[in-house]
């Protein structure tokens, strides 16, 4: 073999053109490479080479024949023959997946010990989890020309007896599997070349060039040694570096260990976190001063978790990033939409209902059903946004009845029957359109989740249409229509916009999709498997997972490619972040298969060869260009602690010590270098909290909790009463604490309500409850809540037990008079501040009757905090807090009355021994004194005095903590 070493003191690439160029042009002028294969490292080194041999030969030899030019894993099928036609990755999965089932009904109990908890034979997606392990684990043996045997054999030899018992059974399992294969009859790729190198199929009449290939796998080497004479193999390494390749000039692991590196400091910065490094990028950057076009700068990631946030940085500074890795189609929308039905199908879980109806592209379909069903005619509209705020103003609440119904009533599964929006939430919405919110009806559209109910019906019809309950089995290729009918239904027909990403994203999948589809397709029947729906999306999805889009190109842009890439790419100009150990160079620390020291002795790769492959790519990086800047991080995006790359340590020792010193001190802080775009620090904040405007607001009605958050604070106030700011969200796993709460004061309700309200038996009052906590559970939360709310039900009956006995002794000397009492019933909730009358809304939870004085008890429920007495949850430090109970004397009674009216609690904490009915011990100053407090809050609130907010924040106040800026200290 020959062997040509191409000084690295400029570009690999071009020089490979040349060479080419000089080697085979002909004294007539003429250029003919059809006999010459070029074998390069990969896929973006083989565009970069066809693109300059172009651009070199074009204009001389306009007649040129063009070379064969493959990646290192594709040239050896060109140089021995294929009998019969091999076998694609979707074939050999389902073969793998073919021989576990082969090998589970022949030896079920050899296969359990090396899958301890085997899938059942119908379980697809299992065991499609274990074929891919296998497959990746065949691929890798057998590119070094092993077989599982071989393993074994190791394994004997080295006194391994439990990994032995594994790879025989393993061996079994190859068997089973090109067995499979070769009744087909197909080839597997890997077993094809060991045949053909054990048969000496192997054999050329065209000149074989090896394009600055650093690694060959064993089977590779075979098949170039069994045509050793037409190989010529072009080292990027000046010739003085002999030493450090083998004689098929790959890189020699063990001289590469031995090699001191040639870094130097000036390369090297370092920075703490990715954001950090990004900007490091940026300073780099800036030092460039424009000497470079965006196609002449190159940025190596070799740590995906630099890239959004590198890209973030550029594009605020007005650059072009493009990551030539592209997007996973694990993050598009395609694959999420695949595998939001996939969820669904499998569990009918309600949060899996919830993030299909949350895609846009579901959205977006419910929208044109939503049109259809309402007949509205929107064809003057420009944009869906306008047609949505024009015409269906009721649609944009789809997802916010999501979250209540969420909120309201935590469910685990969809059920056939939807709930029923609860009392207060109906009368809240009723007058939320200018409704009676007293009104009772059960059947009125406010207590139903229309817009739920509606998209729920649209859902399970729709996905029912194509794949029924997901449970059907059919043949793999009968699946494709359905799936292909349902895309079409959410990306009808039409021409994307290729020019914007998203829709690039949208048609690039589908078109990936479509591939897999022709595989489908063109399975041989004897290995066509049954499957379910759910079957076909597992299988879908794994197919796509690793799959990427790349970025639409803007004639711009500065490029960003990964590590492996670097060294062959000819930008003079290059930033490398991520030059952490474990990283670069990268190791393998554990593997369940094959450990680091059976990988040695077996010459498979190992870290030692990872380690002498990333050694040689730095020394050739740093002398190929005349701009280079090495990075690396102290800590990852988690904050774990990240250690430079041992590239930097290979080194001699004084230099050792120096970079020791410097890499491991504090990092020192610098500006971030400025760009157009760039946000630049200012003279004062622009973060400001929002004022309130300060006008006279016309007051007409207040509810008696709005005085306390008034009191608390008048801007959360104004934000929560005035703007109606709240949110929605579907995060809760577990009844919160205003739900425990409503959980037990529906339960005292109907008790209040019922013929037993004046029992005075405990027994009896806590079987009662027991039932009408049965019951509001059912009503609240269905038949299939989640196991937590089982417990919390269970707090909750402890709870009202120790009520029982409590209301028992209460009801020998007092009667309950009424439940949930509403003052706008008798008009007396009318209070006049300077000559305007002003609504106090507020519903009682109980007033009772003392029998023998007539005394009337204003009573509420209190099931937070550590069961606080009146004066303590209403007052601090001699000051009002909250006003409450004094509202509820003053709305309840005439002045006549007065002396014969108390507010109190029954109060029904964690710890039961403290449950009982604390009866507020105010005088009658105390009850003046709260309405003019009240008075005085109705005043400010009419004057719109709002400002400022109040710090430290009250408690429970968190969803205004980013408009009040609450985490930051601030001078007002």
């Known amino acids: 073999m020959d062997k040509v070493f191409f000084n690295w003191s400029k570009p690999f690439l071009p020089a490979v053109a040349d060479y080419l160029m000089e080697r085979y042009q002909k004294p007539e002028k003429t250029l003919d490479l059809s006999h010459v294969i070029v074998a390069v490292p990969g896929a973006r080194a083989k565009r970069r080479l066809e693109e300059l041999l172009f651009l070199k030969v074009e204009k001389t030899y306009p007649d040129w024949i063009p070379p064969n030019i493959l990646t290192v894993g594709n040239f050896p099928e060109l140089l021995y023959p294929q009998k019969v036609p091999m076998a694609n990755d979707l074939v ?46 065949h691929l890798e043996l057998a590119a070094d020309g092993l077989k599982f045997q071989n393993v074994t054999d190791y394994c004997l030899e080295f006194n391994l007896p439990e990994e032995v018992d594994r790879w025989r059974t393993l061996a079994q399992l190859q068997e089973f599997y090109l067995n499979t294969l070769d009744a087909l009859p197909l080839w597997d790729v890997q077993t094809a070349r060991l045949v053909a190198v054990k048969e000496k199929e192997c054999s050329t009449d065209s000149d074989i060039i090896l394009a600055g290939l650093a690694d060959l796998n064993q089977l590779q080497r075979k098949i170039l040694s069994a045509v050793d004479g ?116 499998e569990n009918k879980r309600f949060a899996d209902f919830a993030t299909l109806i949350r895609h846009p592209d579901v959205e977006h ?28 103003p009721d649609f944009s609440l789809l997802l916010t009845e999501l979250d209540v119904y969420h909120q309201t009533h935590l469910p685990l599964f969809i059920e056939e029957k939807w709930l029923l929006r609860p009392k207060k939430e109906s009368e809240e ?164 298969f094959l450990p680091d020291t059976m990988r040695r002795r077996l010459g498979l790769e190992d870290n030692l060869k990872r380690y002498a492959r990333d050694a040689y790519a730095v020394s050739a990086i740093l002398h190929s260009r005349e701009n280079v800047r090495l990075i690396f991080g102290k800590h990852s995006l988690n904050g774990d602690p990240l250690v430079p790359s041992r590239l930097f340590f290979a080194a001699e020792e004084t230099t050792i010590a120096h970079r020791v010193k410097r890499f491991f001190k504090e990092t020192l802080t610098e500006p971030k270098p400025i760009f157009a775009g760039s946000i630049t620090s200012g003279n004062q904040s622009l973060f400001k909290i929002p004022e309130p405007p300060q006008e006279p607001i016309l007051l007409r009605q207040m509810r008696v909790t709005e005085f306390r958050d008034y009191l608390q604070c008048p801007y959360r106030y104004y934000l929560k009463h005035r703007l109606k700011l709240d949110w929605k969200e579907d995060a809760d796993e577990e009844l919160n604490a205003g739900a425990f709460g409503d959980l037990i004061h529906q339960t005292l309700k109907r008790f209040g309500q019922s013929s037993l309200k004046n029992e005075t038996d405990f027994h009896v009052i806590e079987r009662f409850l027991n039932e009408e906590l049965e019951q509001v559970l059912l009503d609240y939360y269905g038949k299939s809540y989640r196991p937590v709310i089982a417990v919390q039900v269970e707090q909750a009956r402890i709870r009202l037990a120790a009520f029982a006995r409590e209301q028992a002794k209460w009801a020998l000397t007092h009667e309950i008079l009424h439940v949930e009492y509403n003052p706008d019933e008798t008009g007396e909730n009318i209070i006049e501040v300077d000559g305007l009358p002003v609504k106090i809304q507020g519903r009682i939870d109980r007033i009772d009757v003392h029998k023998e004085t007539g005394e009337y008890f204003l009573l509420d429920y209190k099931t937070s905090g550590e069961g606080d007495s009146p004066e303590k949850v209403h007052q601090k430090s001699g000051e009002w807090v909250d006003l ?47 309405d003019e407090v009240a008075q005085n809050v109705i005043r400010k609130i009419r004057h719109g005095d709002f400002w400022p907010p109040k710090f430290p924040p009250p408690k429970f106040s968190e969803i205004y903590s980013a408009i009040c800026m609450d985490k930051h200290s601030i001078t007002l």
Not at 118 to 134: A, K, S, T
Not at 373 to 392: A, G, L, M, P, Y
Not at 911 to 926: P, V
Request: charged share 25%; proline share 6%; with cysteine.
């Open 92 to 137: 050999q999965q389902i073969a793998w997946v073919t021989a576990i089932r082969q090998l589970q009904k022949q030896d079920r109990k050899t296969l359990e010990s090396l899958i301890p908890h085997l899938p059942h034979p119908d379980d697809w997606n299992g065991l499609l989890v274990y074929g891919q392990i296998f497959a990746r684990l």
């Open 230 to 345: 037409h190989v010529t193999s072009l080292i990027f390494a000046p010739p003085e570096l002999e030493h450090l390749f083998d004689s098929f000039g790959c890189v020699n692991a063990k001289a590469w260990q031995e090699q001191k590196s040639d870094i130097s400091d000036v390369f090297i910065r370092q920075a703490d976190t990715p954001s950090d490094q990004a900007t490091e990028v940026l300073r780099w950057l800036h030092e460039l001063d424009g000497n470079y076009s965006p196609d002449e700068i190159l940025i190596g990631v070799p740590d995906e978790e630099v890239v959004p946030l590198l890209s973030q940085q550029m594009e605020q500074s007005e650059l072009t990033p493009r990551y030539a890795a592209g997007t996973p189609i694990s993050q598009t929308p395609v694959f999420l939409l695949l595998d939001a039905v996939y969820n669904y199908l």
């Open 365 to 392: 379909y419910l929208f044109q059903c939503y049109k259809e069903k309402n007949h509205q005619n929107t064809e003057d509209s420009e944009t869906v946004n306008e047609v949505r705020e024009s015409f269906f």
């Open 429 to 592: 919405l009723k007058a939320s359109k200018g409704e009676d919110a007293t009104e009772e009806n059960t059947e009125d559209e406010t207590h139903r989740y229309s817009l739920v109910q509606w998209a729920g019906g649209i859902i399970t019809r729709f996905i029912g249409e194509f794949f029924a309950d997901g449970h059907e089995k059919r043949r793999l290729p009968d699946w494709i229509p359905p799936v292909r009918d349902f895309l079409l239904k959410i990306y009808p027909a039409k021409t994307f916009r290729t020019a914007y990403q998203d829709d690039h994203l949208r048609q690039k999948s589908l078109e990936e999709i479509r591939g897999i589809f022709d595989h489908f397709e063109s399975l041989p029947e004897k290995i066509v498997p049954q499957m379910t729906a759910l079957d076909l999306f597992s299988l879908l999805l794994r197919l796509l997972q690793n799959a990427r889009i790349p970025p639409i190109p803007s004639g711009n842009d500065i490029e960003l490619i990964g590590w492996l890439d670097l060294v062959l790419d000819d930008a003079p100009a290059l930033a490398v972040t991520g030059l952490n150990d474990g990283i670069v160079p990268s190791s393998k620390t554990s593997d369940s």
């Open 884 to 930: 409450q109970l004094p509202l509820y004397r003053t709305i309840f009674s005439s002045s006549d009355l007065e002396h014969l009216v108390t507010p109190g609690f029954i109060v029904l904490p964690k710890d039961t021994q403290k449950t009982e009915f604390k009866i507020a011990g105010w005088t009658g100053q105390d009850y003046r004194e709260a």
